[in-house]
């Protein structure tokens, strides 16, 4: 059984960077892609960035591109999703997620969520 714990939120002003961990554990093998969403109080969940475990093709939402870059690290089965440029609307828990199964669409087939990380920005 796999569990996903995530790192590394906080509180920064607006223009700030924060670096959000996420370290897969336990059964690893099948992992397909590991993806980043955020939720804003009153607000859907929305998907922020994606990247496939094999071969690192990564996925970004409009708003955060250029901004955001998601990588992983293998050897320590941890994707990162390193934000910049933050602004107040990026304000949300952040959630990582895992997908075991083969889908084009970078949005879906996640099965396994992790608790979340709180990210605030001040303007």
């Known amino acids: 059984q796999v569990q996903l714990v995530e790192s590394g939120g906080g509180l920064v002003q607006a223009g700030g960077s924060l670096r959000l961990s996420c370290a897969a554990s336990g059964r690893t093998l099948s992992m397909y892609r590991m993806g980043w969403f955020r939720q804003a109080p009153g607000k859907e969940r929305e998907f922020v960035a994606a990247i496939t475990w094999s071969v690192g093709i990564t996925h970004y939402a409009d708003s955060v591109k250029g901004r955001f870059t998601i990588y992983r690290v293998s050897v320590q089965n941890t994707v990162y999703l390193q934000m910049s440029s933050l602004k107040p609307e990026d304000t949300a828990v952040y959630y990582c997620?895992?997908?075991?199964?083969?889908?084009?669409?970078?949005?879906?087939?996640?099965?396994?969520w992790g608790q979340g990380t709180q990210v605030t920005v001040s303007s």
């Open positions: 997620a895992l997908g075991t199964t083969t889908t084009t669409d970078p949005r879906r087939g996640y099965s396994l």
